[in-house]
């Protein structure tokens, strides 16, 4: 079945370097890829979202890739703060299948002060 | 604007128990999502509605979960028996439906735990 998994389960960084959190899918009929981040006791919360006839989006302080030959997704962290710290998810929505919206195992970030 | 409420934040049963776990989404979202979260992992689509209908319960332990939404506002998820596997933080979400962004908004979840 389809699933969206990620490679590294935790990341630690230096505040105020950049964080990269990557992320493998198999479903190639996903029309977005999305990052959602999870604060310890809260649900996820929506951080940026790409198209998938994108290769790259940018937001505050965020940016993500999407490199649909390899089916790998990133997200880059500029400057990371000590906010930053939490479990980060990539997920995926099939617009054919109802926006279902598919999550994979997330990455925690570690921010060092 | 108010955000996704879920009740209760925590709840403890035996194995064997029922267990029922209720969610508001955000006025005027069509789409509504359950989701299983256990430790260490990512969510889990149990369930996905559009309105009062069934979406996705492809994943949905059909044997003993169930879930409704009437009139296509609130909706209730139930467990009858719950397993100790079913301890998890379970997750509704809501996002308006169509082609635009896919921001779904998730409320803060109840934890379950099965003794």
């Known amino acids: 079945g389809e699933s969206v998994g990620l490679h590294l389960p935790t990341l630690s960084v230096q505040e105020g370097d950049n964080s990269i959190i990557n992320c493998a899918y198999s479903?190639?009929?996903?029309?977005?890829f999305i990052w959602y981040k999870q604060e310890s006791g809260k649900g996820p919360q929506f951080i940026i979202d790409?198209?998938?006839?994108?290769d790259k989006r940018q937001g505050q302080r965020v940016t993500v890739l999407l490199n649909k030959t390899v089916k790998h997704l990133s997200l880059q962290i500029a400057a990371t703060q000590p906010g930053d710290s939490a479990v980060y998810f990539c997920?995926?929505?099939?617009?054919?299948?109802?926006?279902?919206?598919?999550f994979g195992g997330g990455t925690r970030v570690l921010v060092k002060p | 604007e108010a955000g996704v409420a879920q009740s209760p934040r925590y709840k403890i049963i035996e194995k064997r128990q029922s267990v029922a776990f209720w969610c508001n989404p955000i006025?005027?979202?069509?789409?509504l999502y359950w989701y299983q979260q256990i430790l260490g992992q990512g969510p889990k689509l149990l369930i996905q509605f559009q309105n009062n209908g069934v979406v996705d319960d492809s994943q949905l332990p059909k044997d003993r979960f169930s879930a409704e939404r009437l009139k296509g506002v609130d909706s209730t998820l139930k467990i009858q028996p719950a397993k100790l596997e079913d301890s998890a933080v379970y997750l509704c979400a809501s996002s308006l439906p169509g082609t635009g962004g896919t921001e779904a908004f998730f409320g803060q979840g109840t934890r379950l735990t099965v003794v």
């Open positions: 006025s005027g979202h069509a789409t």
């Open positions: 997920a995926e929505r099939e617009r054919a299948a109802g926006n279902k919206l598919t």
């Open positions: 479903n190639s009929a996903s029309d977005y």
């Open positions: 790409i198209r998938s006839n994108m």
